[in-house]
């Protein structure tokens, strides 16, 4: 099991990562984050709504699922929104340099540091 800084320090070991955070969404709040090129609290207050909105979409769809992950693509980034599946209200945040990072990559190193972040 990995504590949140083990867990973010992992995800900067992509090629490419540029700051990752993991945010309570109920607050907005970070819980940790590290790197730089963004202001992460204003990311964690943005991406909570972002959550909260696709959430609401699902639930006025009657969709019966699970949010996996969002992918925003920017010209120059990417940027990874995975909800945790160990604990609930929960997400973690990367975002990677388009031109340097593997997208794929990328997304299955989120879900395997999510399934051993311990809270």
């Known amino acids: 099991m990995a504590n949140?800084?083990?867990?973010?320090?992992?995800?900067?070991?992509l090629d490419g990562a540029m700051c990752a955070s993991v945010?309570?969404?109920s607050s907005g709040m970070m819980l940790g984050s590290i790197g730089s090129g963004l202001d992460l609290e204003v990311a964690a207050a943005g991406n909570t709504e972002v959550i909260r909105?696709?959430?609401k979409t699902m639930r006025a769809l009657g969709l019966n699922d699970?949010?996996?992950d969002?992918?925003?693509?920017?010209?120059?980034?990417y940027?990874?929104?995975?909800p945790s599946a160990r604990k609930d209200g929960v997400f973690i945040y990367l975002v990677m340099d388009k031109q340097r990072g593997n997208l794929a990559m990328?997304?299955?190193?989120?879900?395997?540091?999510?399934?051993?972040?311990?809270?």
């Open 4 to 13: 949140i800084k083990q867990t973010l320090d992992e995800l900067m070991t």
């Open 23 to 25: 945010v309570d969404s």
């Open 53 to 55: 909105a696709k959430a």
């Open 66 to 68: 699970v949010i996996e």
């Open 70 to 77: 969002v992918l925003i693509t920017l010209g120059k980034q």
């Open 79 to 82: 940027h990874i929104i995975r």
């Open 106 to 119: 990328a997304r299955r190193k989120v879900q395997d540091v999510d399934k051993e972040l311990n809270f």
